[in-house]
């Protein structure tokens, strides 16, 4: 979704202060565990990184600590793009990715769209291709991951475990032509599991890129979904019950609403389900039951669009492009407020390493296409970028267009 730059009137630029020197490591060769020996790397990553200059709007970096609220490790692979080595920072690994491709279908200027994995092996911390999958959602520690086989929708849930790659049990979902599933999502404590249900294949019928323009879709007909509710599964005993959705707006709809796929996830509590609405700035909330709600606390300023969401205090949300202070920057939101608060480097929030920092898509140092971007630490009173890995295809269509999916560790 192209998300346009907003052109307010930038903030007093606050001065400089020094940063704390934080333990950033960046890791050409890790094998096994979490942490890697070698002062003289660390020494070198840490005198790069010693003072960091803070953006309008920041509080300022913590020291390291229990709260979580300082990144004291990073694991980059920037000569590696797809990575095929670990990739971690703070509070988050990236445990798999996917690449994903639109085979069309006749000349409907529609086609299925087909997803590639490759996950990442706790042992080997290698990422490894799993062509099996229609869909995965990674569990937070990053040792299982609750899995959909190809044609969709389906009735069964696959328990993978990412060590063996065996699948450990099938969680069975009984029902009618509705409730088949096609979209999934962890709760943050990965004790639930949210199943979106639709009632055709979400990944069918979706526009298809065209040939002479990498940024344009074929999509002159309105989208329809099928999206008819949600599951909601306890994943320790398999059991679930489905709440039906209506359609947002009811008969009187909007036809653009939702996409194809526009699946539920859990809201930052665990209490709510939410989804986005294309055509509309709002977003919509439902209950466990599947009724309607208003926004909860601290949710009315959540973007569907920006993976990031929430920190993991609840205190900010990550926000849309800004591009003020530089070429490419997104604003740090108050949850409850949606007040800005702070801008921070990056064309894309990806995920909350820490209370105070972010994993994010940014172009290269020297500028370049937008598409040509890499991941990228970025941390609020910073205008300094922490490479993570080596930069995409610069173009919307090219090969290569990896997706990282991160996860709590």
């Known amino acids: 979704m192209v998300r346009a730059a907003l052109r307010e009137q930038a903030a007093a630029q606050e001065p400089a202060e020094p940063m704390l020197a934080e333990r950033v490591l960046t890791a050409h060769r890790r094998r096994t565990g979490r942490r890697i020996g070698g002062v003289a790397a660390a020494v070198a990553a840490v005198v790069g990184l010693a003072f960091w200059s803070p953006l309008p709007g920041g509080r300022g970096p913590a020291p390291a600590g229990e709260d979580g609220s300082s990144v004291t490790e990073v694991v980059g692979r920037p000569e590696q793009s797809p990575p095929r080595e670990v990739i971690e920072a703070g509070d988050v690994v990236m445990a798999a990715y996917v690449e994903q491709r639109t085979v069309p ?115 002159e007909t309105p989208f329809d979904s099928g999206r008819s509710g949600f599951w909601v599964v306890d994943v320790g005993s398999g059991r679930s019950r489905w709440s039906a959705v209506e359609a947002p707006g009811g008969e009187e709809r909007d036809p653009f609403l939702t996409n194809v796929r526009q699946d539920f996830e859990f809201t930052h509590d665990g209490r709510a389900v939410r989804a986005g609405l294309v055509s509309d700035e709002r977003s919509e909330f439902h209950d ?46 108050d949850a409850r407020t949606g007040k800005r608060v702070a801008e921070v480097p990056g064309q894309q929030l990806l995920a909350w390493a820490g209370d105070d920092s972010l994993v994010a898509w940014d172009i290269d140092e020297d500028g370049g296409s937008e598409f040509g971007n890499r991941l990228v630490l970025v941390t609020i009173g910073s205008d300094r970028t922490v490479p993570l890995s080596g930069p995409r295809g610069d173009r919307a269509d090219a090969g290569g267009r990896w997706q990282p999916l991160f996860v709590r560790r």
């Open 105 to 219: 279908s006749g000349t409907s200027g529609r086609g299925e769209l087909l997803r590639t994995y490759w996950l990442l092996d706790p042992d080997s911390q290698t990422y490894e291709k799993d062509e099996r999958w229609s869909l995965v959602a990674v569990a937070p520690g990053a040792l299982q991951a609750a899995v959909l086989e190809r044609d969709l929708p389906v009735r069964r849930i696959g328990v993978l475990d990412l060590r063996t790659r065996e699948v450990e049990r099938w969680i069975d979902l009984e029902g009618d032509q509705r409730q088949g599933v096609a979209g999934l999502a962890f709760s943050r404590d990965g004790a639930s599991l949210l199943a979106t249900t639709y009632r055709k294949n979400p990944d069918s019928g979706v526009p298809v890129p065209l040939a002479d323009d990498a940024q344009g879709m074929e999509a």
């Open 288 to 333: 466990l039951d599947g009724a309607p709600i208003a926004p909860p606390a601290g949710e009315a300023h959540w973007e569907w669009s920006v993976e990031a969401g929430r920190s993991p205090d609840g205190d900010r949300m990550a926000g849309p492009f800004a591009g003020e202070t530089r070429k490419t920057s997104s604003w740090i939101l």
